[in-house]
C-alpha cells in the first residue's frame, strides 16, 4: 500500500528543534503535504487528554481516510500516534520514525501502541502495525547517554533471549557502539529488529511466545514501582532485572554463573545499573505480585536458559528464590 500523501506528523517540541524541519522539507520535496502536531514532551503526557488533542488538529483539519500519521520521536510519541492512527476514524495508516535507541529496537517494532490510565501505564491501547518505519540512527548522536544506555538494555535483552551470536558480537563490538560508531549501531538496530519482528511474526497478540520480550522486566517494573517513576530509566530497572533474573535463572540450574556475569559484566560496560536498590523483599515480591504474567496467583518469570535461549517458568516458591536471589547480589 501506498503511503497517504496527506501527512500529519506528530513530535514534540525537544525532537521538533532537532529534526522537526528536515523531516518536513524532505518529506514536502517528496511530494508529501505536511502538517505538524506538537505534543508536549514526557511520559506523564501519553494520555487520553493528549490524544484528543491529535483528534481535535485532524478533525479540524478535515483529514480523512486517505491521509497517515507520521510518528516522530521516541516511544512515547509512537505509542500515542499509533494509537490516534488505529482509532482516528477506525483506522488511518501510519509511519513510525523512531528517534531513541529504546524506539528503533522495541517500541516501532511489534505494533503495540496506546496511552497510559491515571491508575497504570499503558492500559489502552491497540495492536496496530505501521505501514512503514524509518530508522535513521544518526538521530542517536542527539540522544541523552542515559537514554541510549536505557535502550542498550534491550538490545542486550534479545542477545540474551535469543541468539548467542549476538550476544557474543555486542561483547565484541560494545566499544564501537558506545563511541556511537554508525557500523555498529546499524548491526544492533538491524539485528534487534529482525529478532523482535521474528518473535512478533509467530505471536503478535502475545498469547504465548511475545511473554519472551519482558525478560527482566517483572523485578524491574518491581524497582520501578518501589523506586517512583523518574528514578530508573525503563531500561535500567529492566538491566537490574536482568541480572536478577540471570541469577535465578543460575539457581535454578538452567545458566551457568559465568554466564550470568557475562549478562551482568555487559550491561556494566553500557554503564547501566545493576545493583537491585534496597527494598525489602516482601515488598519486592508484592509488586511482582501485580506482574501481567501471573497466573492463578503463580508468579512466572521469563529465565534464561544459558545465553541465547529461555523459558518461562512458573516459581513455586518465589520467597525462596528471590531469598537466595538478593542474598547473592550486593545491594545498593
Ligand atoms: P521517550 O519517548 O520519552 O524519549 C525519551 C526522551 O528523549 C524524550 O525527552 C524525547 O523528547 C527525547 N528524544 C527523543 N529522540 C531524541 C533524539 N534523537 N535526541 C535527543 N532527544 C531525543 O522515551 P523512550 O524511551 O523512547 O520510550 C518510552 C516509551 O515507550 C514508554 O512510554 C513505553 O511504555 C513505550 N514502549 C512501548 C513499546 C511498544 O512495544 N509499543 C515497547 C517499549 C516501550
Ligand atoms: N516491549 C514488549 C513487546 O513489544 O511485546
Redesign the pocket.
Known amino acids: 500500500m501506498r503511503f497517504p500523501r496527506r501527512t500529519a506528523v506528530v513530535t ?4 521538533q528543534a ?2 522537526g524541519e528536515a523531516v518536513r522539507q524532505s518529506l514536502a520535496a517528496a511530494g508529501f503535504s505536511v502538517t505538524l502536531v506538537i505534543v508536549p ?3 506523564e503526557y ?1 494520555n487520553l487528554a493528549t490524544l484528543e488533542t491529535i483528534y481535535d488538529t485532524l478533525i479540524r483539519q478535515n483529514f480523512d481516510r486517505t491521509s497517515g500519521l507520521i510518528a516522530l ?7 500515542l500516534t ?1 494509537f490516534a492512527a488505529a482509532t482516528f476514524l477506525r483506522g488511518i495508516p501510519f509511519a513510525q520514525v ?6 528503533q529496537v ?9 496511552v ?1 490510565h491515571p491508575l497504570g ?2 492500559l489502552i ?1 491497540a495492536f496496530y502495525q505501521p505501514l512503514h518505519v524509518h530508522i535513521d540512527v544518526q ?6 547517554p542515559r ?1 541510549f544506555a ?2 542498550l538494555a ?1 538490545v542486550v535483552k534479545y542477545g540474551v533471549i535469543r541468539d548467542r551470536d549476538f550476544f557474543a558480537w555486542l561483547e565484541r563490538s560494545k566499544e564501537g557502539l558506545r563511541r556511537l560508531e554508525e557500523a555498529e549501531l546499524v548491526e544492533a538496530v538491524k539485528r534487534s529488529c529482525q529478532i523482535k519482528a521474528n518473535i512478533v511474526e509467530i505471536d503478535e497478540r502475545e498469547n504465548s511466545l511475545r511473554a519472551i520480550l519482558n525478560f527482566g522486566h517483572t523485578f524491574g517494573h518491581a524497582v520501578e514501582t518501589l523506586a517512583g517513576y523518574g528514578r530508573f ?3 535500567e530497572a529492566v538491566a537490574i532485572g536482568m541480572v536478577v533474573a540471570a541469577t535465578a535463572a543460575s539457581e535454578l540450574g538452567l545458566c551457568r554463573a559465568e554466564e550470568a556475569a557475562a549478562i551482568r559484566d555487559l550491561l556494566v560496560a553500557f554503564d547501566l545499573p545493576v545493583t537491585p536498590p534496597d527494598f525489602p523483599l516482601a515488598a519486592y515480591l508484592q509488586a511482582m505480585g501485580r506482574d501481567k504474567k501471573v497466573r492463578e496467583g503463580a508468579l512466572r518469570l521469563v529465565l534464561n536458559c544459558g545465553i541465547g535461549d529461555c523459558t518461562l517458568r512458573t516459581i513455586a516458591d518465589p520467597e525462596q528464590l528471590f531469598t537466595s536471589v538478593l542474598a547473592r547480589l550486593p545491594s545498593l
Open positions: 514534540n517540541p525537544t525532537v532537532l529534526y514532551d514526557g511520559e501519553k520521536g521516541g516511544g512515547v510519541i509512537g505509542d499509533g523512531p528517534t531513541t535507541l529504546l524506539s522495541d517500541s516501532s517494532v511489534g505494533g503495540k501502541t496506546g497510559n501505564k499503558n491501547g538521530t542517536l548522536r542527539t540522544l541523552p537514554e536505557a535502550g534491550e530509566r525503563h531500561g
